[in-house]
């Protein structure tokens, strides 16, 4: 369990959260919600240290992370796949999954390398390839591909639709969607409220660095006009 308690973050005058308190059941997939700039990637950022957090806690499975730098935070078993998916350009798509197992050590690396090589068959078949030569789909992919190789017990994935043709985007939530099943906890930040509440179990919706509204999905399929009300739709 992944459990998010009052947690403010401020970027100087600016205060892109609020008070925020989400809780993220093991093996589930939740869904933030929010408009440009409700602050969606900050809740991210600062589960994976990338943020300072100005107030309140973070605890993993029992154990408080926030505090902790990126890399310790990536050990504890948390992986973000960041917003703009930051595939390197230059280095092959190998060399790119590879940089996703920077913070671990031992003789599984190589077996997971292959077990998601065939998770991402578009991307298996371009392994020499330079990172720059995939479409945004591929790479994508190879964005989830790389936080599967930190061997993650929760994934963080912000704004995977991004830019992406819908037919991309059912395909990559289909991806997401075998993650959760491999006991894999799921954290997704989305502008695209009618696809997370295709995929998510419970979600929230950020509006001004606050909690709005909460609810399972299908408390959420009664609301829609709520939704994109918060949504500014
Ligand atoms: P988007 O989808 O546009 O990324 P978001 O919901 O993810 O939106 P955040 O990126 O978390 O929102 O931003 C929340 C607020 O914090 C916004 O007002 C943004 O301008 C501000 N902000 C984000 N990063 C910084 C930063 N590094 N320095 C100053 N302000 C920032």
Known sequence: MLEVSGLSVRYGAVEALRDVSIKVGTGSLVAILGANGAGKSTLLRAISGIARVTAGTIVLDGKTISGLGAQDIVRRGVAHVPEGRGIFPDLTVKENLMMGAYAR?????????????????????????????LSGGEQQMLAIGRALMAAPRVLLADELSLGLAPIIVKQVFAKLEEVRKAGITVLVVEQNARLAMKFADYLYVLKYGRVVMEGQRSEFEHSAALVDAYLGV
Do not use: C, N, W
């Not at 031992?106 to 390839?129: H, N, T, W």
């Open 105 to 133: 050590r031992g003789s599984k690396i190589s077996a997971d390398y292959s077990r998601i090589l065939a998770m991402f068959p578009p991307v298996a078949r371009r392994e020499r390839q330079f990172g720059y030569t």
